[in-house]
């Protein structure tokens, strides 16, 4: 089983972000769960988001505390939060860079500010996870989106996921 965390600010896309990856898992025929963990729901407050993704029956139903991948769309929650995985950290960052290495930072915020105009970065964060892991597909990821998103928000949901893979190509 795999075990990912989501931490994010409300409003960022958290939540829709465990919710789409376990669809995109499902639709490559595997089991998966995505549930929130947040106290007063407002806009900017720390959300943390849970999937667990696996090829046999998930039977857990606890909040996730050791995850194998920790997925950060605010780097600004590094400085509040000890976040740990213990394979990898993928963060929406201007500074660092990607590699196979324990992080991976990539800037999201920019790309999704080219292509929405908005800073929404949780399709661009799913896109980075998806390449350096290969958990789920791209294209289970492109179909995932297809059930939350319709009309131009997905057809801006597509750019982002194709200019992602542009961008780290295949690094796994």
Known sequence: MIEIIFH???????????????????IEGKYAQAFPNFGIERSGAPVEAYCRISDEPILLRSQIYEADYAVVLDSSLLKIKDIKAKKKIIVNSSVGKCDLKETCAFDATTLA?????????????????SGFTNVVKKESLVKACGDFFSGDV????????????KKIGNKT
């Open 8 to 26: 994010g600010r409300g409003g960022q896309g958290a939540v829709k972000s465990a919710q789409i990856l376990a669809l995109a898992a499902s």
């Open 154 to 165: 997905l057809r801006k949901n597509v750019v982002i996921i194709n200019e992602v893979y």
């Open 113 to 129: 500010l080219q292509v929405f105009g908005k800073p929404i970065v949780s399709t661009a964060i799913l896109a980075i996870f």
